[in-house]
């Protein structure tokens, strides 16, 4: 399968970059009402929507949520991406509408994805409330999944740019959990069912980007959802949307996941079975959060009347800014980085350094400074002047 000419073909555009919120979706899921049932699942805390879009006619059910942490929209867009590719008139398509009845949850946190926050509009983080579901938000989940009654459930969130995979220096741009479903992490066979679908796609990732996939820590919490339903006997898969170089729209990553998701489904109606699928497994790199935005090495700073040459490390904050996300760099560690990595690296050559708020770099502080070398840095970045 050419997934790449499939990708370009079916692309939601009207879709772009980090803000995803209900008001972007809706038109799209009225206009997807056609080919599928579209329903209204629920109402979030302020009494937005929660909407579910049925579509297939097979056998195997998959229940398919997004956006749990408001600000996580990335595998959002994939699915407009996947709904886009579902209408077509494809025997792709066509397999996996006659294989499959899909239902899908494209926003669960309204609230949150319109404040772009994790946690919804009582500030509860959703992926922790699995068992005591306070929320109006986990109560709708919880009774799609019961009613529902899926063959595999699909929780899909980002992770942020810190996380690497293991100690390669490349960023895990996706990342894959069967999560556990006891204190011990064993694996039964609801779990492999998990580890054979991940593996599959971590197959076909790996043809598009090579050694960016990660495997998430399986830690088991009954409170999270993903561990919840792998308990309940559901096989579970967890995505993590993350970072491809210079791609902080996640417009690329994007495209991952729909690959991973057509991938996926394939791994799934193939059925295909091999010897070591949990070797293969815990085989992908565990992710390791040892990336930041911005990495400065062989600074020279007078501290303290003494001269000292160290490295520093700035983060983007995420700020929604009249429906805008603004990437803000903020100074977060000084000192030995020697087992990190920077998105963006600058090596100073022992220059020195100086600031307008102080004259050496602390936390908190926004990355703006300047080196004695004619150098001058707004906001992470070096400058160019004309």
Known sequence: MDYEKIYEEIKANELFGRYISLQHIEPLLKRLDSFGELTILGKSVLQQNIY???????????LVWSQMHGNESTTTKALFDLFNFLVTDSPEQQKL???FTFQFIPILNPDGARAYTRVNANEIDLN?????????????LRKVY????????????????IFGVADTGKPATVSFLA?????ERHHNEVRRKAIRVINGMNAVLQLHIPGQVGRFDDSFNINCVGDTFQFLGTPTILFEAGHYAGDYNREITRKCIFIALLSGFTAIYENVIVDNEIEYYVNIPQNN?????????NIKINYDSSEIIT???AQYR??????????????????????CFGHHEFDGGFAEYSDLYGGVPKPDQKADFFLNSGLEFLNGKLVTRA
């Open 289 to 297: 959060p040892n990336f930041f935005d911005f990495v400065y090495k």
């Open 146 to 161: 019961d009613d529902f009654k899926p063959d595999y459930c699909y929780n899909m969130h980002d992770q942020r740019t």
């Open 318 to 339: 995420e700020e929604l800014v009249s429906n805008t996300i603004n990437f803000n760099a903020f100074i977060v560690k000084i000192g030995d980085l020697h087992d």
């Open 128 to 140: 922790r409330d699995a068992q005591d579901q306070t929320q109006p938000e986990s109560m709708v």
């Open 52 to 62: 579910g879009l049925k579509m297939g006619s097979g056998k195997t059910k998959i």
């Open 311 to 313: 490295n520093f490390a």
């Open 179 to 183: 999560p556990a479903f006891n204190v």
């Open 97 to 99: 509408l006659s294989f």
